[in-house]
């Protein structure tokens, strides 16, 4: 069974920077996309990045682009998700997901076959 844990989360104040990371262990066959979702209380889970295997095929919500950075580091079997001019919208647990089918739609949280447990990231106005 896959394992996702992340780390990084904490609180910042409008403007702020966080790095979340994702440590991938448990494999057999290594995931094909990595993802990172993001859930605020009362609200859907929604996809905010995801990276291909090769390192492209990255992809981001319009909320995010330009602000935040999905990388990975496949020697480390992690992924990062770097997080600048964070705003207090952006306050929620981020999760990570890895693999789904190669057809599907990144940005849908049933196409992801695994997850973390999240980390909180809270934004301060």
């Known amino acids: 069974q896959v394992q996702l844990v992340e780390s990084g989360g904490g609180s910042v104040q409008a403007g702020g920077s966080l790095r979340l990371s994702c440590t991938v262990s448990?494999?057999?066959?290594?995931?094909?996309?990595m993802g990172w979702f993001r859930q605020a209380p009362g609200k859907e889970r929604e996809g905010v990045a995801q990276?291909?295997?090769?390192?492209?095929?990255?992809y981001y919500s319009d909320s995010v682009k330009g602000r935040f950075t999905i990388s990975q580091d496949n020697a480390k079997n992690t992924v990062f998700l770097q997080m600048n001019t964070l705003r207090p919208e952006n306050t929620a647990m981020y999760y990570c997901?890895?693999?789904?089918?190669?057809?599907?739609?990144?940005?849908?949280?049933?196409?992801?076959?695994?997850w973390g447990q999240g980390t909180q990231v809270t934004v301060s106005s």
């Open positions: 448990r494999y057999t066959y290594r995931p094909n996309y």
């Open positions: 997901a890895a693999a789904r089918p190669w057809s599907s739609i990144w940005s849908t949280p049933a196409a992801w076959r695994y």
């Open positions: 990276i291909g295997p090769d390192g492209g095929s990255t």
